[in-house]
């Protein structure tokens, strides 16, 4: 009986490092860090800010005559600025917030 306790002793080592229910330690490099940061955000919030503007000229537009007789449009911003803010918004700021990398300073993480 001696003899087999320490084969058994023996074994147990080997069995609990095949263990599938081992925890893992974590290291730095395996913790998610989100991909935008704070400034990110800021181009996105000026993005949206931009496209409500956008709106709002555009809207300026309804009137009760908004064209004349002869087929011109009366109001400059919601014929021209209106369509120009929009596409900045959509097309500027808000890909830019979602692409741009920012570097991140030294002393923060």
Known sequence: MAAKSRITAQESPKQKSKSPSRVRKTRASDIFK????????????????????????????????????????????????????LVIGYCVLIPLGIMKVFKKEVGKE
Do not use: H, M, R
């Open 34 to 85: 989100f991909p935008l940061t704070k400034s990110n955000f800021i181009l996105l919030a000026a993005g949206l800010l931009v496209i409500v503007v956008g709106y709002l000229l555009l809207a300026s537009g309804i009137t009760e005559e908004p064209a004349v007789l002869d087929g011109k449009w009366n109001n400059f911003f919601a014929v021209t600025l209106a369509p120009i803010v």
